[in-house]
């Protein structure tokens, strides 16, 4: 069962996001290994950190993985330390509602006080619904086409990938140059439903675009050559998170548009209407 953590701007705790949160033992036994979790950002008291922050209001802004849990050996009073491994940071807030609809379960009494507490359980079909309404935060890549609009011969790169480092568990190596390549490759726009973040979003998302590993990086046995031609393909952030919806099933890109065939394909027209 997931759980959310929550940081303030300020605290006295020794919080790293993304890499180490720091609790009390009152809420040893809400935290677990392996557990899923959605970052919280408290209310902003101080406007000096409004630049820091997705928002201004409480909201959640990223989702991790409790990897390892141990005690702080300098608390007297228990507290605690989880560190948290595949952080990914949310590209905009996700608001604690919508609709007027708390995504949390909020109890009616205290109420008040469920948004205090650092650490607050969740179901899975919370947890879903939150990371449903996020864009995962990804450092936007530039296409080789030239400014004239002629794409510029390349050789084909190939290169290696995943190997593995030792980080309370394992984490796997990415390389930068097979993901620009694969863009320059397969384009900017999903290549499942068609969806181009520049058109739909302007100048704010221009070059923003997800990079899919036919093969996942977690399967391969040891270091291996990945070719960005045939073995990385772009996807939007919906349809990279619908892939991997299902960790032992995942859909293959063509199985992707079969269960799109019908239903909806980013038509470039309907922008502005």
């Not at 009390?24 to 408290?42: D, R, T």
């Not at 820091?52 to 909201?59: I, M």
């Not at 890549?141 to 593995?164: M, P």
């Not at 390549?181 to 973040?197: K, P, Q, T, V």
């Amino acid at each position: 069962m997931p759980a959310v953590i929550a940081e303030s701007d300020v605290s006295k705790w020794s919080d790293e996001t993304g890499v180490r949160y720091h609790f009390p033992k009152q809420f040893k036994g809400a935290l677990s290994e392996g557990m899923e979790v959605l970052y919280y950002k408290c209310r902003m008291k101080e406007k000096e950190f409004k630049n820091l922050r997705l928002s201004t209001k409480p909201h959640y802004f990223g989702v991790g993985r409790v990897v390892r849990i141990y005690a702080d050996l300098d608390s007297t009073t228990g507290d605690l330390f989880a560190d948290i491994e595949g952080f990914k940071p949310f590209e905009f807030a996700v608001p604690t509602k919508v609709d007027g609809q708390y995504f949390e379960p909020v109890p009616p009494t205290p109420k008040t006080n469920y948004w205090r507490s650092s650490v607050r359980k969740i179901n899975q079909d919370v947890f879903d619904r939150v990371r449903s309404h996020a864009v995962l935060k990804e450092q936007p890549s530039l296409s080789s086409v030239s400014e004239d609009g002629a794409q510029e011969f390349e050789t084909r790169i190939t290169g290696i990938e995943g190997k593995k480092i030792a980080y309370y568990g394992v984490r796997y190596e990415r390389n930068p140059k097979l993901r620009s390549r694969a863009i320059d490759i397969h384009g900017l726009r999903c290549n499942a439903c068609n969806f181009d973040f520049e058109k739909a979003y302007g100048e704010h998302a221009k070059g923003f675009i997800h990079v899919h590993h036919v093969k996942p990086i977690s399967e391969y046995e040891e270091d291996q050559v990945v070719d960005p031609a045939t073995d990385m393909i772009t996807l939007c952030a919906n349809c990279h998170a619908v892939v991997h919806k299902k960790p032992q099933q995942l859909l293959s890109v063509e199985q992707l548009k079969g269960v799109l065939s019908g239903r909806w394909v980013f038509d470039d027209s309907t922008i502005g209407k």
